[in-house]
């Protein structure tokens, strides 16, 4: 956060595309989403990320169909409204106009009292919208990044993800209801969610243990809604290998 703030204050174009590391940009990404920052009322918008060592283990090629229907499923949605709810920090446009009047407020997040060093393109991103900007989705700007290929760290990025999820949500409650009501349902939900699942679990292990019985109710609930979305990806990607997305449902168990 500190380095983007350097960098953006030092900056002098009319656009800032931030962009990780690991990340390799298709060779017309920025003519992309600079036409669509040509809007003044928008403020930040993404391209579609895609792993770009997918073939590497199973866990990478589950990681690309997640990537996905992030992509595909919730930002396509979301910026039907024009209000992306976080512009993933792996390729990400920005005004920097806007930038400059947020930076002060970025600068200064705190988490439980401490300077804040996680979910920066989340809070950026709320940030955005909170100003009164539009933040969009491009599907055909293409940027690849790497993803973890081995389970230990792909946990330890999720649950900081998840923090930042939760963290900026709360934050952001009082602004959805100025958006749209689609966008408080899914947003709510996607909170909800986790915790829901977390608790169907943790209810079914409890009943195996005090009454030596299966849940199949909530067994079957879970496998039921698994096959849907993962039929309705396969059928809306035209691709069969997002049946095998199913495998990722014991991940987020």
Not at 51 to 73: G, K, Q, V
Not at 79 to 91: I, L, N, S, T, Y
Not at 103 to 110: G, K, R, V
Request: glycine share 6%; aromatic share 8%.
């Amino acid at each position: 956060r500190k380095a983007q703030i350097v960098a953006i204050r030092r900056s002098s174009g009319d656009l800032v595309l931030n962009v990780d590391s690991d990340t390799t940009l298709a060779s017309d990404v920025v003519a992309k989403l600079a036409r669509k920052m040509q809007d003044p009322a928008v403020g930040a918008a993404m391209g579609q990320l895609v792993a770009s060592n997918r073939s590497d283990t199973w866990l990478t090629r589950l990681i690309d169909m997640e990537y996905w229907l992030a992509c595909n499923e919730e930002r396509a949605a979301q910026a039907r409204f024009g209000a992306v709810m976080c512009c993933c920090g792996p390729c990400a446009m920005y005004r920097r106009s806007a930038l400059l009047l947020l930076l002060d407020q970025y600068e200064t997040q705190l988490f439980r009292g401490k300077p804040s060093d996680f979910g920066e393109d989340r809070h950026l991103t709320i940030l955005m919208l909170k100003a009164g900007l539009r933040t969009e989705y491009i599907p055909d700007a293409i940027a690849a990044t790497v993803v973890p290929d081995r389970l230990g760290p792909y946990l330890r990025q999720q649950l900081r993800w998840a923090r930042s999820t939760f963290r900026d949500t709360l934050l952001a409650l009082h602004l959805l209801p100025s958006l749209d009501r689609y966008l408080t349902l899914d947003v709510v939900g996607q909170n909800l969610g986790p915790l829901l699942l977390a608790l169907s679990v943790l209810a079914g292990l409890a009943q195996l243990a005090l009454t030596a019985t299966v849940p199949w109710s909530a067994v079957l609930m879970i496998t039921s809604m698994t096959i849907i979305r993962c039929s309705v990806a396969a059928f809306r990607a035209r691709q069969l290998r997002f049946l095998g997305f199913s495998l990722h449902t014991f991940i987020n168990v």
